[in-house]
């Protein structure tokens, strides 16, 4: 068990308990499931560095590492759409790409074989999570600054469900593009097990 493998595990471990903070009535535990989110999102990259600096790369971490980031993606996702922050049929969109990607991972590894994340992948993981991170950013200093009566809050005063809708429209257009992109690069692997 190397460094990046524990880093891995550990936004696994970290996505359903920042869901659970985030999705308390209660803004110090709102504020706090951001934090963990960010850590969570911190470990993705601190893994990333880790691994290729000392060129530490083991069939776990390739199949364990994209799936950790879809579980805290979909956990995030999960919880903006509960609180009425991202549309409901765009987070299914990207779920249900995650689910198809994980799936064929999975068939793969059945036929002996490791899908590795495209760049165009890591650049999907990149954006769902900088959205993500942008849109929990806004929603915590909307709390703060009305916990704690801020005239800092006059920062906030814009549409902000406008700009959460125009960042997930994004995400999900990349996202479903790199679904098809696998779809066509695996097709032979897909009708081969049908």
């Avoid at 504020?31 to 999102?41: D, P, S, T």
């Avoid at 922050?85 to 990207?94: C, N, P, Q, S």
């Amino acid at each position: 068990m190397n460094m990046p493998n524990k880093l891995t595990l550990t936004r696994i471990i970290l996505a359903p308990v920042f869901m659970t903070f985030f999705l308390a009535e209660n803004s110090y535990s709102r504020i706090f499931g951001c934090v963990l989110y960010f850590i969570a999102a911190l470990t993705d990259i601190a893994d990333g560095h880790y691994a290729r600096k000392y060129g530490i790369v083991t069939g776990f971490g390739k199949f364990m590492d994209p799936l950790a980031d879809k579980i805290l993606v979909a956990s995030a996702l999960i919880a903006l759409v509960s609180l009425h922050y991202a549309r409901a049929w765009m987070v299914m969109l990207i779920v249900s790409r995650e689910f198809f990607v994980t799936g064929l991972r999975m068939l793969a590894a059945y036929k002996g074989r490791v899908i590795s994340p495209t760049m165009l992948a890591k650049a999907k993981t990149v954006m769902q999570m900088s959205t993500i991170t942008i849109i929990l950013l806004v929603i915590t200093l909307d709390v703060l600054f009305k916990e704690f009566s801020s005239p800092m809050a006059a920062v906030l005063n814009f549409n902000q469900q406008l700009m959460f809708d125009i960042l997930m429209a994004a995400t999900t257009f990349i996202t479903l593009y790199t679904g098809v992109d696998y779809m066509i690069k695996y097709y032979s692997l897909m009708k081969s097990s049908l």
